[in-house]
């Protein structure tokens, strides 16, 4: 089990804002995040990340809890978040030297993955720039080939598709395949229920801080009654229609 969530009551402050979560993810699977904003996503993603502490409940990483060796926890995860966390006053080229410190990586290793990543998302020509000069897009694709660089045995991806072009969009899905095939691990928290259906292995759908149901597209399905439905209409369906205008970005 690469990530094991055992009821994790939570959240900012005394006051719960999520309550006895539970969920897992094994190896060689991409599970998908989904609820409105305000549903606990962050807050959920954030208690894994370790920057808060649970009220109650357990978080383990490769059978790990972060208060056990943080170290080895967290550079077991990748983390890209929703808004691009760049340092202005460092080039691409020492994000990515950066992020091979931190993960304990050699330089050439990191920059034989570099390489290849920069490709992709085509910032080969970039590397000597600052983040000043970039658009929140390719700022987002900095954010992407540090996470990628790591190859940890779990990423978690908040929002990945917002700010990117549609190339940049196949360019991370492709990689996110690629490192499932690879039998690592993905948690991806996300808006857009269609691509969650075309490349999620399992969902868990959160509402008002707390699980409302999880399983694979067919488990849903057969717990709803609802054959053949899509993942848009299951969440309409769980939430009792809320959002309805908004059958693709919920």
């Given amino acids: 089990m690469v990530l094991n969530i055992d009821k994790l009551t939570g959240g900012y402050s005394k006051t719960a804002v999520i309550h006895d979560i539970s969920f897992d993810i094994k190896s060689g699977e991409i599970i998908g995040l989904i609820g409105l904003n305000g549903s606990g996503k962050s807050t959920t993603i954030k208690h ?42 460092l080039t691409l080229k020492e994000h990515i030297n950066m992020t091979a410190m931190a993960y304990g990586l050699d330089e050439s290793t990191a920059w034989e993955r570099a390489d290849r990543l920069l490709k992709v998302f085509r910032l080969d020509d970039k590397v000597n720039m600052f983040p000043t000069h970039f658009s929140k897009g390719m700022k987002q694709k900095v954010m992407l080939i540090c996470a990628f660089i790591a190859e940890p045995d779990l990423y ?8 990117l072009d549609p190339l940049g969009i196949e360019s991370l899905i492709e990689l996110m395949v690629e490192e499932r095939d690879k039998n690592r691990s993905i948690l991806m928290s996300t808006h857009i229920l269609s691509t969650a259906e075309r490349y999620c292995n399992r969902y868990v759908i959160l ?16 717990q709803m009654n609802m054959p053949g439905a899509s993942l848009d209409d299951l969440y309409l369906s769980l939430t009792g229609g809320a959002g309805s205008n908004e059958s693709t970005s919920v």
């Fill in 48 to 89: 894994i990340l370790g920057l808060l502490h649970p009220h109650k409940g357990s978080i383990e990483v490769n059978g790990i809890q972060i208060d056990e060796d943080t170290e080895k926890y967290r550079r077991d995860l990748a983390y890209i978040p929703e808004s691009p966390i760049l340092y202005e006053e």
């Fill in 156 to 163: 978690i991806i908040d929002e990945p598709f917002l700010g």
């Fill in 207 to 222: 509402d008002d801080g707390r699980v409302l149901a999880s399983g694979t597209i067919e488990e849903l399905r057969e």
